[in-house]
């Protein structure tokens, strides 16, 4: 059974970093490209980041270029988000997402962990 | 960019009623090499990550029941529940994976009536 936990999340200050990870598990982590989607309180779904099952090819969301770097580890099955410069907007439930078999739409989800940024 | 809107933002229906979701994005995400459209449907319950019911525009994910089905092309899509139970009131997003900057719809809020 494929399972995403995300972890990391909490209450920060703005201006300030965060990492989250992802602990991948079930499936043959190296295989798959995964992304980062969040969910501000009460507002729809934001797609943030992508990066390829290799970890060479890598794209961001306008909000978030330049201020937040995926990366993965395939040796330890775990997906990465550093996030910097925090701001009030990033406040959000933020999801590990793996890719499908046949495609990048988005078939596994982890349960998010939430961020605050707030002082 | 891609731009997902979806219509309408919310709708409340009978049970046993069919409920209707459309989504319209701003450019083609129909690929020609393989005619296969980069459009999925996801569920999302309070408190819950979004569930995957569609994706390639009409294709069912495995455990999503027959009465969701998806349908369109290009860029007008929609999401048809034939017959509405008291477990699918919940939001309902549409998203373009043709671009790898994924972007998803607003959300339509679907109500049981």
């Known amino acids: 059974e494929v399972q995403l936990v995300e972890y990391g999340g909490g209450l920060v200050q703005p201006g300030g970093s965060l990492r989250l990870s992802c602990a991948a598990s079930?499936?043959?982590?190296?295989?798959?490209?995964m992304n980062w989607v969040r969910q501000a309180p009460g507002k729809g779904l934001e797609w943030l980041s992508y990066i390829r099952s290799s970890g060479d090819s890598i794209y961001y969301a306008d909000s978030v270029r330049g201020r937040f770097t995926v990366s993965r580890d395939n040796a330890k099955n775990s997906l990465y988000l550093q996030m910097n410069s925090l701001r009030v907007e990033d406040t959000a439930v933020y999801y590990c997402?793996?890719?499908?078999?046949?495609?990048?739409?988005?078939?596994?989800w982890g349960q998010g962990t939430l961020v605050t940024v707030s002082s | 960019d891609f731009v997902m809107t979806q219509s309408p933002d919310s709708l409340a229906v009978s049970l046993g009623e069919r409920a209707t979701i459309y989504c319209k994005s701003s450019?083609?995400?129909?690929?020609?090499?393989?005619?296969?459209?980069?459009l999925a449907w996801y569920q999302q319950k309070t408190g819950q990550p979004p569930r995957l019911l569609i994706y390639w525009a009409s294709t069912r994910e495995s455990g999503v029941p027959d009465r969701f089905s998806g349908s369109g092309s290009g860029t007008d899509f929609t999401l048809t529940i034939s017959s509405l139970q008291a477990e699918d009131a919940a939001v309902y997003y549409c998203?373009?994976?043709?671009?790898?900057?994924?972007?998803f719809g607003q959300g339509t809020k679907l109500e049981i009536k």
């Open positions: 079930g499936f043959t982590f190296s295989a798959y490209s």
């Open positions: 997402v793996r890719e499908g078999d046949s495609g990048s739409y988005a078939p596994h």
């Open positions: 450019q083609n995400v129909l690929y020609s090499s393989n005619n296969k459209n980069y």
């Open positions: 998203q373009q994976y043709y671009s790898t900057s994924y972007t």
